[in-house]
């Protein structure tokens, strides 16, 4: 008779796929933190309409810079256009890729607040031309009629009503749509993109720094042409595809341990994990020795990722990311005392797999690299 050996692993994936199956009311509710479109926002008396464009006559370098950010992008990003056929047009995905109501061709709802019970119906006031424009000013800066900001004191004579909002202040604004819940039933305590939550804890999250501390660098000019200057911020949202952004994340210490090398891997520029958001993307590290004679040894390399497990049931896998402040360490054997210790690293938006099966399913259209090298022949000194 033939024996059956059933594993722990084994038992927990079955018990879990059962629990899947029969899908106990309440697993797929939405939670207060998933996003909703803002709603229907009226033009604001004295402006043209909420388009980008009409912004841009009078905040013009602020129009010029959100064009070249991938904000401006967030609807007609080849990857997200891909990832939308691959997830069957899951309408809560252009939740934040296009924020407001009017950008979008239906209205969602849920009267069960089930996810499997969501509705959608037509939007009778949908502007095509506005979605195009993904994540625009309005989506930030209008709120029932009023163009609101981070300035407490209504100066400058603006031609429009204005407001101030401490939400500009605050993570909260970002967290919105970076801080992303899962729909489904799984075992996982953040969501599939979860920079948000990783953002409230470590270094940076102590000392009180906020996303646009980062992602919104500090610049003094007038608002409009014409006034005078005041502190404000650059609207670019720079990030993982800003190869000076990725420079910011990682420093890096040897010790010589006998004949060996101890290299510390510290995350000490980023108020996030690294690398955050889409699973899909991962950084690797790697190091090597240059000795006198130019001759190259690899010695170690290093991947940094979060797997998921996506069927039956959604749960982390693996994940060795390191969060705000966090260290790691890998130990190499030493070549030689004649030459130097060097890393180089390359952000990957994808594996090439996952790269020709958007292509080759769900019609990627990309001219964009995927695999990006931030750090080059980066000398680490030995102490």
């Not at 970076?178 to 920079?195: A, I, Y």
């Not at 510390?264 to 090597?288: C, M, Q, V, W, Y």
Request: net charge positive; charged share 25%.
């Amino acid at each position: 008779m033939k024996k059956i050996i059933i594993t722990t692993s084994s038992l927990i994936i079955l018990l879990l796929s059962i629990v899947f199956f029969l899908n106990p009311k309440g697993i797929y509710k939405l939670s207060e933190k998933t996003a909703q479109y803002i709603p229907y926002q009226e033009t604001p008396a004295g402006t043209i309409s909420l388009k980008a464009r009409d912004c841009g006559t009078c905040h013009t370098e602020i129009y010029q810079e959100w064009q070249t950010s991938l904000h401006s992008k967030a609807f007609i990003d080849p990857f997200f256009t891909a990832y939308l056929k691959k997830d069957k047009g899951d309408p809560t995905c252009s939740v934040c890729h296009t924020p407001l109501e009017n950008q979008s061709p239906i209205i969602l709802s849920s009267e069960s607040g089930l996810y499997n019970d969501l509705k959608t119906t037509p939007n009778p006031k949908y502007d095509p031309e506005l979605q195009k424009e993904g994540v625009t000013c309005a989506a930030c800066h209008v709120k029932d009629g009023i163009v609101i900001g981070p300035y407490r004191k209504k100066t400058l004579n603006a031609p429009h009503p204005v407001g101030y909002d401490e939400k500009f202040l605050k993570k909260s604004l970002c967290q919105q749509c970076h801080e992303v819940p899962s729909k489904e039933f799984s075992l996982m305590n953040e969501g599939v993109c979860s920079t948000g939550m990783e953002s409230n804890t470590g270094i940076w999250a102590a000392r009180g720094y906020v996303c646009q501390d980062c992602h919104m660098p500090a610049v003094n000019r007038p608002l409009m042409t014409g006034f005078p200057s005041r502190a404000g911020r650059k609207h670019l949202w720079p990030g993982a595809y800003s190869t000076t952004q990725l420079k910011k994340v990682f420093t890096f210490k040897a010790e010589k341990n006998q004949d060996n090398l101890k290299i510390t891997i510290t995350n000490s520029g980023a108020g996030h994990k690294a690398p955050t958001g889409d699973t899909d993307r991962f950084i690797d590290l790697e190091f090597f020795w240059i000795d006198k004679n130019g001759q190259r040894t690899e010695l170690e390399s290093i991947e940094f990722k979060r797997q998921i497990i996506w069927q039956p049931i959604m749960f982390v896998l693996s994940d060795n990311r390191l969060a705000p402040g966090e260290s790691t360490q890998i130990e190499v054997t030493q070549p030689d005392e004649s030459g130097a210790l060097y890393v180089n690293g390359t952000y990957h938006v994808m594996t090439d797999r996952s790269f020709k099966r958007l292509k080759d399913k769900y019609e990627l259209k990309n001219e964009w690299k995927i695999h990006r090298p931030f750090i080059a022949q980066q000398k680490i000194n030995i102490d």
